[in-house]
């Protein structure tokens, strides 16, 4: 009988894997908003001393894992399997960042959701008993993603109040068979939802109701109340996403606020920096996770913590044919011990 699985999308683990180390490198903007002093490494320019502002979000990969590798206490050698991607085309900063580290890799492209996606499934093959190491990592950045998606920087296009700045970071996480903790202790697994938003700058619409969608299954299926978690966040949804959000859940009678929140408000202070709506990208959550959530839980100010990654599975070939923007969310359950585990 399979006892690890609650409902359609949930998997709960019996034997929850550790994060054994993570790390986090970012730039410029980040070190200057109000988790500046959280990260591991900040660059004094987002150019990580390299050519391209390509070459630069690969730079920062290794530099996040390499935190994390020295935290775990191991080398890069010893892990089983790498889960990672970015937002560039054919995820090339991932690719050009592992190519000298002789490790199994699985590339993915989960937009602002890979990270929770990297940790979902390095989690099941630690917990199945596949692998003793795996580390999820991601990444993305500004520069490069405008290049991609919009407009060179040297074109000063105008941005409008809902668009969403991306960040320009990279945060990874080495999952054990053992260790202290925290621990995964549960994986939701998003499904597709699309409601018709065409709007490429306004993301935070695109991907709330995957979000919410997420969410609603996980408190379902695990039998949770919001009330569980310290701290619930989502990452990537910018202000506007977040009280849409807030928005479904209180016509559902259920108040999140208190103990929700977005790693796209969290990271950027939204009155002083000119961000608009918030950060997004890939290496948003990942570094709000790895440099201030996973300090807080070693700290012990939280115990329970859902990490919920969200991610607009578009293209910028789908965005010019008019295309609408499907969302994705993939919720993580984070516990400081394993006997949270129910």
């Not at 890799?105 to 692998?131: I, K, P, Q, R």
């Not at 990444?139 to 960040?167: I, V």
């Not at 559902?252 to 408000?265: A, E, I, M, W």
């Amino acid at each position: 009988m399979d006892t690890k699985k609650l409902g359609r999308q949930t998997v709960r683990f019996a034997d929850p894997p550790a994060i054994a180390g993570f790390g986090s490198a970012v730039g410029t903007k980040e070190r200057q908003g109000p988790l500046g002093p959280c990260f591991d490494y900040a660059s004094q320019d987002d150019t990580f001393a390299q050519m391209s502002w390509e070459k630069a979000e690969t730079a920062m990969q290794k530099q996040a894992l390499a935190f994390a590798l020295e935290r775990a206490g191991i080398r890069a050698e010893q892990l089983d399997y790498v889960f990672a991607g970015d937002l560039l085309n054919q995820c090339i900063a991932t690719s050009y960042s592992l190519r000298a580290q002789n490790v199994p890799f699985f590339g993915l492209y989960g937009a602002c959701s890979t990270m929770a996606e990297g940790l979902s499934l390095g989690a099941m093959l630690v917990e199945g008993g596949f692998a003793s190491y795996v580390a999820a990592l991601t990444s993305s950045h500004f520069c490069a993603a405008e290049r991609q998606y919009r407009t060179p920087l040297e074109y000063g296009c105008q941005k409008s109040p809902t668009a969403q700045w991306t960040a320009t970071g990279s945060g990874a996480v080495v999952l054990s068979r053992r260790g202290k903790g925290p621990f995964l202790t549960h994986v939701t697994t998003g499904k597709v939802v699309d409601k018709g938003i065409r709007d490429t700058s306004n993301m935070g619409a695109a991907m709330a109701p995957a979000a919410y969608a997420t969410l609603r299954a996980h408190f379902q299926e695990t039998g949770r109340d919001p009330s569980f978690y310290d701290l619930i966040v989502t990452g990537d949804l910018g202000s506007l996403g977040k009280e849409i959000v807030l928005d479904f859940f209180r016509r559902d009678g259920v108040d999140l606020s208190g103990r929700y929140n977005d790693c796209g408000v969290m990271l950027f202070d939204l009155e002083k920096q000119d961000v608009h709506a918030g950060g997004s990208g890939c290496g948003c959550s990942a570094v709000v996770l790895t440099g201030h959530l996973l300090g807080e839980m070693a700290r012990g100010t939280c115990r329970n913590l859902l990490f919920c990654g969200t991610g607009a599975l578009h293209s910028p070939t789908s965005a010019m044919q008019g295309e609408s923007i499907p969302g994705i969310c993939h919720a993580v359950a984070i516990a400081a011990e394993k006997g949270a585990v129910s």
